[in-house]
């Protein structure tokens, strides 16, 4: 990526392991006051007054992205978001993360700053604290480990296993859009490969791309069902599709649920997109993934709370376990829900 | 490594990621009752009393092991031992652990159980719960995060940056034995290489074999201290050399140090190896690393409390930081100690 812009290209080598973590961290701030020591030590030390929350997430170079598409800096930023969404999933609130690289020679200490700038944004934008981590080298591609720590009042917690039957259920945001940045990410690289002078328009595109390479967290869900005085009674994030999550929320619940096609909350870029590709939008949204949109359950008695809010759509329902997981069409017919969500483990393409 | 054995090969991508996670988890018991919910939400949630300690550590394949003589079982548990070594280094007693792993199709599922089964001996072991993690393909080779939390009281808790001037420097066991491991496994290889049917007599390396493939971490050490009613000034565990480690220690407390080097413990076989590889012992114990011993200050007026102690060895004395870092040799000349730990940054061998 740097590599034609004639830039600088400095040997992370030439650094050595702790010269490079001080390098590229020591514009870090440390800004919460649970953070006691950072960087520096065997191990960081933090205070927690209420429950902690730990959740850990791993990207692999040609496998979770593509670098011939994926900035550097928007890698990043895209690295602790991911991390982030299941902190808020909890319905907690995140304070640090740790982050570990394993990068191959063929990285310059330059593409190592670009990439710690879209951490950096990311840590600046969520409020939390990078505390430690680890920097390696790597035989082949890029591998970025990141564990997020959030604290939550033992009241406050929200599990995937809480849905009752009769209850909402509700999604922020809309689905289906990062799937689709994907594929037009896609289409574009093989374009290029033809013809490297081609000015692709991607204005059509611009939510869709943008859901790809920089998706956010929904941090303003839970501040926003605190202030609308909404406990849910189960959440987990979309980062594998609706189905798959609603299907995790199900089992876990020991519920079955109904989800009604006509509802699920859909951008017009990705409305559009799908005529073009000839793809069924209601497939994307079911299966696509990637949205990091918070997906919940509450009860029926506070429907009044949030039927106004732009940024929430209930999509279906709770039922008895033995009702099964459906979506209900159009067309009014019922069908079985399927994990179809994109599984990391299968054989993956490599060029 | 199961290959040539004519055992059953499943295909990992045949379970899909949660089917993995589960399977591979599903007889790990949790029981710290520190941990309210382990694997199975968007992250684990956890009651902390005292302070939190966190701390993560990635071992990559080809950079930090070798499969070729690593079996996937001491790779599980040694991947462990690294991140938990950290935690007793700050006087903490570790609780919980979460472990990534991102593994190319050419391992089977069985290869992954027997790596799980080290995982599970070693949080067995060290009595700490496995409450997440992540499963991933990777384009290459093997790439594992580990993140261990821990907790400490607020005046237990020991930093780097504690060491008083006159403070007594003492290393726990013995050094150098892990390095020398790795140099006759390397040899090993070389020779199986030239004649696969040799038979090597490893009986004479069995100690330093075992520091390699099953190092341990201190956890007796901790608790001993505060059997002996010793708070330590400062703490690091020796990863890296005694050099590096102790230059750490002086740097972040802005202090020098004499080491002496008659009084660095040596096992027997780090001496007769050492003579028949015609290395220089010192230089071994001082920047072979991985020896994952604890090296620690102590006030003076401690001494007593610890001197008759066979796992303590008083090594030398914190000076003022304008004194530099020294060791001083058996002819009673000084030198300037230097860092010459392993740098995980520099090109590797690829074969």
Known sequence: MLENKGQQRTDISSLGEFGLIEHLTKSFEIKQPST??????????????NELVVST????????????YMPLKHLGYKSVVVNLSDIYAMNALPTQITVS????????????????????????HYNVDVVGGDTTSSLSGLVISITA???????????????????????????????LGLQILEREKQVFKVNPNSQPDLEP?????????????????PALLKELGVQPTSMIDISDGLSS??????KQSKKGCNIY????????????????????????????????????????DDYPKIKANPSL???????????????????????????????????????
Chains 1, 2 share one sequence.
């Open 36 to 49: 006691i020591k950072g960087i520096g030590d065997d191990a960081a030390v933090i205070a927690v007054e």
């Open 57 to 68: 997430d791993m990207l692999v170079e040609g496998v979770h992205f593509d670098m011939s």
């Open 101 to 124: 690289i394993a990068v191959s020679n063929r990285f310059p200490v330059e593409a190592l700053e670009e990439l710690y700038a879209g951490i950096q944004a990311a840590a600046h």
């Open 149 to 179: 720590l959030g604290q939550v009042t033992q009241e406050k917690a929200v599990y995937r296993s809480g849905a009752k039957e009769n209850d909402l259920i509700v999604v922020s945001g809309d689905l289906g859009a990062a799937y």
């Open 313 to 351: 759509t209930v999509i279906g329902h709770i039922t008895q376990e033995s009702e099964g997981t459906h979506l209900i069409t159009r067309a009014n017919t019922k069908i079985p829900l399927i994990a179809r969500g994109w599984n990391p483990l299968q054989e993956q393409e490599t060029e």
């Open 205 to 221: 595109y611009s939510y869709l791309i943008e859901r790809q390479l920089k998706p956010e967290a929904r941090k303003d869900i």
């Open 245 to 250: 999550e609603t299907i995790h929320i199900c």
């Open 261 to 300: 096609e006509d509802k699920i909350p859909l951008d017009p870029q990705v409305i559009t997109t799908c005529e073009e590709f000839n793809m069924d939008s209601t497939t994307i949204a079911l299966n696509g993934g990637e949205d990091y949109e918070l997906l919940f359950t509450i009860s029926s």
